[in-house]
T-cell receptor, first 115, second 108 residues
Framework: GEEVAQTPKHLVRGEGQKAKLYCAPIKGHSYVFWYQQVLKNEFKFLISFQNENVFDETGMPKERFSAKCLPNSPCSLEIQATKLEDSAVYFC?????????????FGQGTRLTVV | RKEVEQDPGPFNVPEGATVAFNCTYSNSASQSFFWYRQDCRKEPKLLMSVYSSGNEDGRFTAQLNRASQYISLLIRDSKLSDSATYLCVVDSWGKFQFGAGTQVVVTP
């Protein structure tokens, strides 16, 4: 597609429930990034993929968070046993291969509210 | 120390005035630099890339100073529609690092 598509737009989960977020990158983009933005705070990098392979997962919480990018499927970010502090907007972005001045394009985000 | 640092503002700017702000980065190996704009917690949108020689796009001018490891953004003839949060983004081989954003409020 011509834009990064994230679903759902809004997600409400009770504490302890699972949340699964999806992201379809722009066609032809081989890099996918997930970021978490809490309230007005900065973007926290979670994980990136180069095609189906994890490229950088240094921002991923070791427990409860997992992510995948499988061929011919949207990428996904899953949070097991959600906590109140997981409430945030989760943005997905995609870009072409990392060469100079290749920008990342962002999806509209998924607003997760844990109650 | 954060990898990318910005003055959070807000910068209150009268309409028609000029405003400028910087962003510093810690990784000297960073290759690419961008200014993104975010409105009301919508998705960030690319404002402009920042080239080594500096570049201009209409009322917006971006500069890169590799020696001092900072980039800057200058907005001339500010419009009400320029009110937003401006995010500095630094890319090191596919790892996009964000600053916390600088809020600009343009007032009539």
């Amino acid at each position: 597609g011509e834009e990064v598509a994230q679903t759902p737009k809004h997600l409400v989960r009770g504490e302890g429930q699972k949340a699964k977020l999806y992201c379809a990158p722009i066609k032809g983009h081989s890099y996918v990034f997930w970021y978490q933005q809490v309230l007005k705070n900065e973007f926290k990098f979670l994980i990136s993929f180069q095609n189906e392979n994890v490229f950088d997962e240094t921002g991923m919480p070791k427990e409860r968070f997992s992510a995948k990018c499988l061929p011919n499927s949207p990428c996904s970010l899953e949070i097991q046993a959600t906590k109140l502090e997981d409430s945030a907007v989760y943005f997905c972005a995609s870009s072409q291969s990392p060469r100079e001045n290749t920008e990342a394009f962002f999806g509209q985000g998924t607003r997760l509210t844990v109650v | 120390r954060k990898e990318v640092e910005q003055d959070p503002g807000p910068f209150n700017v009268p309409e028609g005035a000029t405003v400028a702000f910087n962003c510093t980065y810690s990784n000297s190996a960073s290759q690419s630099f961008f200014w993104y704009r975010q409105d009301c917690r919508k998705e960030p949108k690319l404002l402009m890339s920042v080239y080594s020689s500096g570049n201009e796009d209409g009322r917006f001018t971006a500069q890169l100073n590799r020696a001092s490891q900072y980039i800057s953004l200058l907005i001339r003839d500010s419009k009400l529609s320029d009110s937003a949060t401006y995010l500095c983004v630094v890319d090191s081989w596919g790892k996009f690092q964000f600053g916390a954003g600088t809020q600009v409020v343009v007032t009539p």
